[in-house]
């Protein structure tokens, strides 16, 4: 037994896996304080012509982490995440739109961003879309997100 867990701990996904993990731990206290870094990222998410599947999805974990700061939360309202999230879920594939209604999951926690998936003209659209049409975790993520905007629409 001993062995099987020196091989995988040697083996070089698993170091790669930890290398990742350490240089993701910043990014989940950081706080942005210049608001131009979410309008880039989001502009560049929402660049339907240039963007690549790996590249909408490292930037969507990249925004998840970053996103995990209250203050940065507040920042991607007001830089417009709520409308390029719910753009993108009607137009990537199955795993950048679980990462997207992740995203959303987490981020309707907030009064502010369940007003905004509301006010967006296909936002509850597209999560209902995306609920029966994508995958079993799109599924169970839909069935958090849109009882989270019914019933606490203006509370936080």
């Given amino acids: 037994m001993f062995h099987v867990v020196t091989a995988a701990v040697e083996n070089s996904d698993f170091a790669a896996f930890c290398s990742c993990e350490e240089a993701h731990r910043p990014l989940r206290v950081l706080t ?42 507040l920042k991607a309202i007001e830089a417009g995440a709520a409308r390029v999230l719910v753009e993108l879920l009607l137009e990537v594939n199955r795993h950048s739109c ?45 069935v958090k997100i849109l009882p989270e905007v019914a019933t606490k629409l203006g509370v936080d």
Avoid at 44 to 71: G, H, N, P, R
Avoid at 119 to 127: D, L, Q, R, S
């Fill in 32 to 73: 942005l304080y210049d608001d131009d870094v979410f309008k880039s990222l989001l502009e560049v998410l929402s660049d339907e012509i240039s963007i690549s599947t790996k590249l909408s999805s490292s930037l969507l974990d990249v925004l998840e982490i970053v996103a995990a700061s209250k203050k940065n939360r």
């Fill in 98 to 142: 679980e990462k997207a209604l992740l995203l959303l999951k987490r981020l309707c926690e907030r009064a502010e961003w369940r007003r905004a998936l509301v006010e967006h003209e296909m936002g509850v659209a597209a999560v209902s879309k995306k609920m029966l049409r994508v995958s079993e975790v799109a599924n169970k993520l839909g």
